[in-house]
């Protein structure tokens, strides 16, 4: 087996740790919701295998594109929403089941269930990453320990894409599913620039690796403004609202 697949296994480990501890401490009565992750885990291979490879070596076929150094702008673009277009669509594809939709219906709920969601999409992404680097011959020779760098990647990238998601599921539970579609491709594709201006040559390989600083800091500052919003969602069943019972003159109509 390839060692990439050990650090697969060590960095699936981590992101599902990461999320129980944050559906346990943080997600109080929405911690039900944490199964949804499981809806989402295959759809990455499903995404990536049979829409986006499909789609790419078309247009490049077509269009008689080669590398991305050298490419016209117009791919570029192409191939920087390929992703976001596509993923942000698939992660939310659970919720046309309508027992899944049921679950979403209050601002608190769609919060956790976006998030769920994405991790889940993100979970299972490590693994078809993990598959493409087991391939290839230049990256696949290394030892175990020479993919930290994966993991610290794969635990990110799983972070971003529970944000995005949860962006597009909080959106439509409010009514504006196209804006927050959107916002979730728009953020997709901010996350994905300096990958690709790297990749294309147009930006420095060292500022490329850093780019990803700018869009982590900006989900997070949308998972706390949500994660904050989300508390101020319906009072759980169990309270129970008192009215004091009106003076006897307000009874009598005086």
Do not use: C, Q
Request: hydrophobic content about 55%; cysteine-free; overall charge positive.
């Amino acid at each position: 087996m390839a060692p990439i697949y050990g650090m697969a296994v060590v960095t699936t480990f981590v992101s599902v740790a990461v999320w129980y501890a944050a559906f346990r401490v943080m997600a109080e009565r929405h911690r039900r919701l944490a199964w949804l992750m499981v809806l989402t885990l295959p759809l990455s291979f499903a995404v990536n295998a049979w829409v986006k490879k499909p789609l790419l070596l078309a247009v490049a076929r077509a269009a008689g594109v080669g590398p991305l150094p050298g490419a016209p702008f117009w791919f570029l673009a192409f191939v920087l929403f390929l992703s976001p277009v596509t993923e942000e669509a698939i992660k939310v594809l659970p919720l046309l089941a309508g027992r899944v939709r049921a679950a979403v219906g209050e601002r608190g709920t769609a919060f956790w269930a976006g998030l769920a969601l994405g991790a889940g999409f993100g979970i299972g992404e490590i693994w078809f990453v993990a598959r493409g680097v087991a391939r290839s011959p230049e990256l696949a020779g290394y030892p175990f320990w020479a993919y930290t760098g994966f993991l610290t990647e794969r635990v990110i990238v799983v972070y971003a894409h529970a944000v995005m998601t949860a962006v597009l599921v909080t959106a439509a539970a409010a009514g504006r599913a196209g804006r927050g579609y959107l916002a979730a491709v728009g953020l997709h594709a901010l996350l994905n620039l300096g990958a690709l201006l790297g990749g294309a040559g147009l930006l420095d390989r060292n500022l490329a690796f850093f780019w990803i600083v700018l869009p982590i800091g900006v989900l997070t500052v949308l998972f706390t403004r949500m994660y904050r919003e989300s508390l101020l969602g319906s009072p759980p069943r169990e309270t129970v609202v008192f009215h004091r019972k009106p003076p006897p003159a307000a009874e009598e109509g005086g």
